[in-house]
């Protein structure tokens, strides 16, 4: 059984640091394209980056750009979120899926987590 699992979230204060890890069970990483999205309350459901399969080629939506690393170990059936100088606005539940193999945006197979809270707060 497919199963994806974040970790990683927790309360830092603005200008501090993250990394979140989304680890699969049940089957091989490396054949999927991995994302991660985040939801705040009051604010729309938001894509934050995606990887593909062989990590040949990454996204990041404009608000994280320059701030936030994508990666991942296919050996170990995790990708990981490196997060950097996090600001209040990062504040939000953090879910990895499946995603198509071109990172555009599109869930495959509704394979999600249960979402890791990252809460950025002074």
């Known amino acids: 059984h497919l199963q994806l699992v974040e970790s990683g979230g927790g309360l830092v204060q603005p200008g501090g640091s993250l990394r979140l890890s989304c680890a699969l069970s049940?089957?091989?990483?490396?054949?999927?394209?991995i994302g991660w999205f985040r939801q705040a309350p009051g604010k729309e459901h938001e894509g934050v980056s995606c990887?593909?399969?062989?990590?040949?080629?990454?996204v990041y939506g404009d608000s994280v750009k320059g701030r936030f690393t994508i990666s991942r170990d296919n050996a170990k059936n995790t990708v990981y979120l490196q997060m950097n100088n996090l600001k209040p606005e990062d504040t939000a539940v953090y879910y990895c899926?499946?995603?198509?193999?071109?990172?555009?945006?599109?869930?495959?197979?509704?394979?999600w987590g249960q979402g890791t809270q990252v809460t950025v707060s002074s």
């Open positions: 899926a499946s995603e198509d193999q071109f990172c555009s945006g599109y869930v495959v197979g509704d394979l």
């Open positions: 049940g089957g091989t990483l490396a054949a999927y394209a």
């Open positions: 990887i593909t399969s062989n990590g040949g080629w990454t």
